[in-house]
C-alpha cells in the first residue's frame, strides 16, 4: 500500500506546484457573496439558522435524520424497519430491509400527478429538439425493458451500455434499473481497449450502443467500436448487442447477436411490472480512475444512491417545479448519472439534454440552449467555462439569459476568476454559483453551499451538506490546524456513498478506508483540502496519481501502462502540467528502445504515440507533449522522482536534490518540448 507519507508530499507538491495560482489567489481571496435576496425569498432552505439546525439535526440522531429523508423522498414498495448496518465496516448498509424500483421512483410515481410534464427536452447536435413527457418516457423505458426480458436478460445481470448522448441512453439506465439488471456505462469518447476491459470485469451479458454518435459536426464510430471490442478476447459472456440507429450509417453486423433497438422494442408492451429489488441491490458500476493502472468499478446501491441524488437536488439546485434544469454532463461519467438520468426524473423535473459542445456550430451555443429553452439552473464544469471566458464577455451578451435563477460548477477547483465571470456575466450577479464538491464514490454532492443559506465564496465549495460529516485530517487522523493542508474525509457512512468496488472488496477497503487513517473508520476521499476560519472547505488537488483533465478523472499509471505497451517503448513516466482551460494537460516522458531520435524522429514518434494512447484509453488521455530521454529520473533505492518531473513538464527551475541521478543528462533532454 502507497504510504500516507508519500499522499501528504503528493498534496504539498500540487499546494506548491500544479495549483499554485489557483492556491494563490485563493489565498487572498476575501470575496464573500451572500444569496440575494430575491433568490432567498423562493428558497427551499433560507438562512445560516435553517441549514445549521439541519446539521444538528443529523448531529443529535444520525441515523434518524437519514431515515426521515428516506421516507421523505422515496416511495418503497417495503418499507425499511432498519436504518444503518455498521457491523461489517466498510461494507455499510442502509435501509436494507426496504424494498424499492428505482424507475418506478423515476417515472411511474410520477404519471398520476404529472404524467403530461416534458420530462426531457432533448437538442441534437444540429439542433433538432425532441420534447419527452413522463408518460412517453415511462412507455419507451417499458418497451426496451421488455424488450431486454425478450433477450433473456435477468436481475443482477450485467449490461454495458455505450451510447450517445439522447433519449435513448436514459431510456437504456432506466430500464436495466426497472428489471433490476446493474448497468455500466462506458464513455463514447473512450476505445474499444476500454469497452473491452469494463466488458470483461464486469462479466456483462449484453451491450447496448448505437451505430455512431455525433459531437461538434463530426461522427464517431461506436458500433464499429463495440466490434472491436469483443473481438479482443474471450467475451462470450455477451450474447446481445442492441443498436440504436442514430446515423443511419452502414456498419457491420452479425445476426446471431447484434439487434436493431427499434425491432427489440416494435412489438413490446408499453407496460412493465417494474422488479422490485432490496435497498441494496447494486444499481450500477462505473469505472473510474486510481492509482494503479486498473480503473476500479465503482458499485452504488440502490436507495442510498437515489437518496442522495434527491436531497441533493432538492437542497443544493434548490428544486422547484417549474424549473428548466440542465446539466451539460455525459452520462458517461457519474454527474451524467445522478444529475441527468436520476436525480431529475427522481425529483419529477424537466430538464435539458445536449448532444453537442458548447461551441458548434458557433460559440454561442450554451447561451443560446439556455435562452430558447428558458434554463433556470444551469450545471456544468470550470473547464467549460474557461474556455467560454476566452471568447469574451459579449458573446453571453447576445443572448437573453434572464430565465437563469442558479449556476453549478463540478469536476474540478473553478479558480475564483472563473467563479467571477460565471457569477457575474452568465448569472449577472443575480444567480448564487454552487461549487458543488463530490466524486464517482461519493454518489451525489458532499460539500456543496445550499444556495438560499450559505454564503460563497469564489474558488471554495463552503461547507459540507447536513449529514455530511467532512473533514480535513493529517496523517494520523487528527483535526488538520485551520488553513493547514490534509486529508480530506468523511468520518462517517453516509446513504450514497459507493458500496464496494466491484469484484474487488480489499481494493475498496485499501483505497477507501486505509488502516493508518482512524483505524480505517474514515472514507478517504483521495482529495486534499484546508478549511479556513470560517471551517469553509477549499479543495487543493488529488493526493494519488490521478490527474483531472478538463473535468475527467485519469490515472497516470493508467496512461503509463499504454505507453509502455507499445513496441518502441521502454518505459513512461506521466505527470500534469497547469493548463489555462483544460485545467491540466498530460506531459509523458518516454525512454524508448534504442538509441535517443533524432528531432524529425522524435516529432513522428511522439506523434505514433499520442494517437496509440488515443487508440488504447481514449482521446482525452492523449498526451499533450512527449518528450523522450535515455532513462528516467530515479533515487538510489529506484524510485522515480516524479516531482522532478513535474517541475521539468512546468520548466521550473530545479530544487530538489538531484545529487543521486545517475545521467543527469537526462535533465536537458526531457527538458526539450515535442
Ligand atoms: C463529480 C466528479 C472526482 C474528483 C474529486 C476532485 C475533483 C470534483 C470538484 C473537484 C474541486 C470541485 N472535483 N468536483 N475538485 N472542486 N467542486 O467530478 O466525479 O469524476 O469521480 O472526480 O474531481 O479531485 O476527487 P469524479
Excluded at 404519471?111 to 403530461?116: R, S, V
Excluded at 450554451?366 to 469574451?392: C, D, M, N
Excluded at 437563469?404 to 472563473?418: K, Q
Aim: aromatic content about 10%; proline content about 5%; some cysteine.
Amino acid at each position: 500500500m502507497i504510504q500516507l507519507n508519500t499522499f501528504l508530499t503528493g498534496a504539498l507538491v500540487c499546494q506548491t506546484g500544479s495549483n499554485m495560482a489557483t492556491i494563490e489567489s485563493i489565498l487572498r481571496e476575501n470575496r464573500i457573496f451572500p444569496p440575494a435576496n430575491e433568490f432567498v425569498r423562493h428558497a427551499n432552505i433560507t438562512g445560516m439558522k435553517t441549514y445549521e439546525a439541519l446539521r444538528q439535526e443529523a448531529e443529535r440522531d444520525y441515523a434518524g435524520f437519514w431515515a426521515k429523508l428516506a421516507k421523505q423522498y422515496i416511495t418503497w414498495h417495503k418499507p425499511f424497519t432498519r436504518i444503518l448496518d455498521d457491523t461489517n465496516p466498510p461494507f455499510y448498509k442502509w435501509f436494507d430491509d426496504g424494498e424499492l424500483n428505482i424507475s418506478w421512483n423515476c417515472l411511474d410515481r410520477h404519471l398520476t400527478t404529472q404524467a403530461n410534464k416534458t420530462a426531457i427536452i432533448f437538442e441534437s447536435d444540429e439542433g433538432e429538439v425532441i420534447r419527452c413527457s413522463y408518460r412517453e418516457l415511462h412507455q419507451r423505458v417499458c418497451r426496451f425493458a421488455n424488450g431486454l426480458k425478450a433477450l433473456g436478460i435477468r436481475q443482477g445481470d450485467r449490461i454495458v451500455i455505450y451510447m450517445p448522448m439522447r433519449i435513448e441512453a436514459v431510456v437504456a439506465m432506466q430500464a436495466c434499473a426497472r428489471i433490476g439488471v446493474i448497468h455500466s456505462v462506458v464513455f463514447g469518447g473512450f476505445s474499444a481497449k476500454s469497452v473491452y476491459e469494463r466488458i470483461i470485469d464486469a462479466g456483462a451479458s449484453a451491450v447496448i450502443t448505437a451505430d455512431e454518435q455525433t459531437r461538434g459536426g463530426k461522427r464517431h464510430a461506436l458500433k464499429a467500436t463495440v466490434d472491436e471490442a469483443l473481438a479482443m478476447g474471450d467475451t462470450t459472456s455477451v450474447h446481445s448487442v442492441i443498436v440504436f440507429r442514430h446515423t443511419g450509417t452502414d456498419i457491420p453486423w452479425q445476426p446471431e447477436r447484434d439487434r436493431w433497438w427499434h425491432n427489440l422494442t416494435a412489438s413490446q408492451s408499453d407496460e412493465c411490472e417494474p422488479i422490485w429489488v432490496n435497498a441494496e441491490h447494486p444499481l450500477f458500476t462505473l469505472y473510474t480512475s486510481g492509482s494503479t493502472g486498473k480503473p476500479k468499478g465503482v458499485q452504488h446501491s440502490s436507495a442510498g444512491y437515489l437518496l442522495g441524488a434527491i436531497v441533493s437536488m432538492q437542497w443544493v439546485f434548490d428544486y422547484h417545479s417549474e424549473d428548466i434544469f440542465w446539466c451539460t454532463a455525459d452520462v458517461g461519467w457519474v454527474t451524467g448519472h445522478s444529475y441527468v438520468t436520476y436525480g431529475p426524473l427522481a425529483i419529477g423535473a424537466t430538464q435539458v439534454i445536449f448532444e453537442g459542445t458548447p461551441t458548434y456550430p458557433h460559440a454561442g451555443r450554451f447561451w443560446e440552449i439556455i435562452q430558447k429553452h428558458r434554463v433556470t439552473t444551469f450545471y456544468t464544469a470550470p473547464t467549460a467555462i474557461r474556455s467560454l471566458i476566452k471568447l469574451g464577455p459579449d458573446l453571453p451578451e447576445k443572448y437573453d439569459l434572464s430565465s437563469l435563477r442558479l449556476l453549478g460548477s463540478v469536476g474540478e477547483p473553478i479558480n475564483p476568476e472563473a467563479w467571477m465571470w460565471y457569477y457575474t456575466v452568465i448569472g449577472q450577479s443575480r444567480c448564487p454559483v454552487v461549487d458543488t464538491w463530490w466524486q464517482t464514490e461519493t454518489g451525489s454532492h458532499m460539500i456543496a453551499p445550499i444556495p438560499g443559506a450559505i454564503p460563497a465564496k469564489p474558488g471554495s465549495c463552503t461547507l459540507p451538506l447536513p449529514g455530511i460529516d467532512a473533514a480535513v485530517v493529517d496523517e494520523t487522523g487528527l483535526p488538520a490546524e485551520q488553513g493547514k493542508g490534509g486529508f480530506l474525509v468523511i468520518k462517517r457512512p453516509f446513504p450514497s456513498m459507493l458500496r464496494t468496488l466491484w469484484n474487488d472488496p480489499e481494493r475498496f477497503r485499501n483505497t477507501y478506508f486505509p488502516a493508518d487513517i482512524a483505524g480505517g473508520h474514515y472514507y478517504l476521499a483521495g482529495d486534499s483540502a484546508h478549511r479556513d476560519q470560517d471551517g469553509y472547505f477549499w479543495i487543493m488537488g488529488r493526493i494519488d496519481d490521478v490527474l483531472n483533465v478538463s473535468g475527467h478523472r485519469l490515472g497516470t499509471m493508467e496512461i503509463e501502462s499504454a505507453l509502455v505497451a507499445h513496441p518502441l517503448v521502454a518505459e513512461a513516466a506521466v505527470v500534469g502540467k497547469p493548463h489555462e482551460i483544460r485545467g491540466e494537460v498530460i506531459v509523458a516522458f518516454v525512454v524508448l528502445r534504442g538509441k535517443l531520435p533524432d528531432d524529425q524522429q522524435a516529432a513522428e514518434i511522439a506523434e505514433t504515440l499520442r494517437e496509440w494512447v488515443s487508440s488504447e484509453i481514449g482521446a482525452i488521455a492523449r498526451p499533450e507533449e512527449i518528450r523522450f530521454g535515455e532513462n528516467l529520473p530515479k533515487t538510489r533505492s529506484g524510485k522515480l522522482m516524479r516531482r522532478l518531473l513535474r517541475s521539468l513538464a512546468r520548466g521550473e527551475t530545479i530544487t530538489q536534490d538531484i545529487s543521486t541521478l545517475e545521467n543527469p543528462v537526462i535533465l536537458e533532454q526531457f527538458s526539450q518540448t515535442i
